[in-house]
């Protein structure tokens, strides 16, 4: 009897130590059998959101109406010159009635005229490089026209516009065609003219072109003291709103359609 009670003790033991933990082996805690710990720490990050309300949208008290200004489009009407109505360059008869001049500048101003006046283009500008060794000299405003001149049949209006203006600031017998193709040209390349003070040349006629173009107050003027005679009259015409044929009809047109409008004949 007592041997099977031992039997059965030493049966139970060695079930018991099969089911014992090593505590070397023990899980670590809030762990269970497999390993994975029970908790899990996490970084959460919050974010809070806000709704604002707007408020609703309302008219204002008074609504102001809108105001109309009506504008005078003479100045974007009027044409620049269609063609340069300038004094033909011209060989010097007697150079004796100018006393100052010394034989080189006079030889020089020569040679511009007739170079100029056979179509030699290169010789013109070759003389006149000369002929600016001599800055007091009283041919050099000639000089500056027939250059001009020279630059226009080259078809490059900016240095003709320079050279007119150079010439128009003195006294010489191109003196108001070189004022008058520095102006023209000026309307033309849309550049801002610098209107030259002399008693010796008129300027009317352009001072009128400009305030029509700028807006300003202009009124007719008289074409007997200008070159730019054809020019002159048609800015006449534009300034009574008077339609002819020829001269930039279509311009003194729409110049006609204005007068009435602001006049109320339509």
Same mark, same amino acid.
């Given at each position: 009897m007592l041997k099977r009670i031992g039997l059965f003790s030493l049966f139970l033991f060695f079930i018991v130590s099969s089911f014992a933990i090593d505590p070397k082996n023990a899980p670590p805690p809030n762990t269970n059998k497999t390993g994975i710990p029970h908790q899990i720490?996490?970084?959460v990050q919050?974010?809070?959101?806000?709704?604002?309300d707007k408020p609703p949208l309302e008219p204002p008290a008074k609504l102001n109406a809108p105001s109309f200004k009506e504008l005078d489009l003479s100045g974007e009407v009027l044409q620049a010159p269609a063609y340069m109505e300038l004094t033909p360059v011209q060989k010097l008869k007697n150079s004796s009635f100018i006393s100052?001049? /010394?034989?080189?500048?006079?030889?020089?101003?020569?040679?511009?005229?007739?170079?100029?006046?056979?179509?030699?283009?290169?010789?013109?500008?070759?003389?006149f490089q000369s002929l600016l060794?001599?800055?007091?000299?009283?041919?050099?405003?000639?000089?500056?026209?027939?250059?001009?001149?020279? $630059?226009?049949?080259?078809?490059d209006e900016l240095s003709a516009r320079d050279m007119f203006y150079n010439s128009c600031k003195y006294t010489s017998m191109y003196q108001q065609s070189a004022c008058e193709?520095?102006?023209?040209?000026?309307?033309?390349?849309?550049?801002?003219? /610098?209107?030259i003070?002399?008693?010796?040349y008129h300027k009317e006629l352009w001072e009128t072109v400009f305030a029509i173009k700028n807006?300003?107050?202009?009124?007719?003027v008289n074409c007997n003291d200008f070159v730019f005679k054809n020019y002159c009259s048609y800015i006449n015409d534009f300034i009574q709103g008077t339609i002819i044929p020829g001269y930039y009809q279509n311009?003194?047109?729409? $110049?006609?359609?204005?007068?009435?409008y602001f006049s109320k004949k339509y």
């Open positions: 720490s996490l970084n919050v974010i809070s959101q806000f709704n604002i100052c001049g /010394e034989p080189d500048d006079v030889a020089d101003y020569s040679g511009m005229v007739s170079d100029y006046l056979n179509g030699d283009y290169k010789g013109v500008d070759k003389n060794r001599y800055p007091y000299s009283p041919y050099l405003p000639m000089g500056y026209y027939v250059m001009g001149m020279t $630059r226009l049949k080259e078809q193709g520095y102006y023209a040209l000026s309307l033309k390349l849309n550049k801002t003219p /610098e209107f003070n002399s008693p010796t807006g300003g107050r202009y009124s007719t311009s003194l047109f729409f $110049r006609s359609g204005i007068i009435n």
